[in-house]
């Protein structure tokens, strides 16, 4: 299995950007699919995920910006991150869980300049 990210890059603060997770080598669905992120010096934490039956949990920090999407026959899951400020600069990480296996992406950097 192999997660595929894209759509990291600098944006100045206020802006958008959207990241895209596309999951290959298997033929399964995902019971969960989302993204996590780590800033430098912190711990990993929870962005946004997204359950097949389509229950979706949000980090406090970004309730209300960011909104998670998922295209359940693509194995595709889309973050859209609106009003970025400086703190949400982080590496992003795709993952993705099966009853048996968690799976992470190679991550891709976001920074937001204030």
């Known amino acids: 299995v192999q997660l595929v990210e894209s759509g990291g890059g600098l944006v100045q603060a206020g802006g958008s950007l959207r990241l895209s997770c596309a999951a290959s080598?298997?033929?399964?669905?995902?019971?969960?699919m989302g993204w996590y992120r780590q800033a430098p010096g912190k711990q990993r934490e929870l962005v946004a995920q997204?359950?097949?039956?389509?229950?979706?949990n949000y980090g406090d920090s970004v309730t209300g910006r960011f909104t998670l999407s998922r295209d359940n026959a693509k194995n595709t899951v889309y973050l859209d991150m609106n009003r970025l400020k400086p703190e949400d600069t982080a590496v992003y990480y795709c993952?993705?869980?099966?009853?048996?296996?968690?799976?992470w992406g190679q991550g891709t950097q976001v920074t937001v300049s204030s």
């Open positions: 080598g298997t033929s399964s669905s995902f019971n969960v």
């Open positions: 993952n993705a869980r099966t009853m048996l296996n968690n799976y």
């Open positions: 997204l359950t097949r039956a389509g229950a979706i």
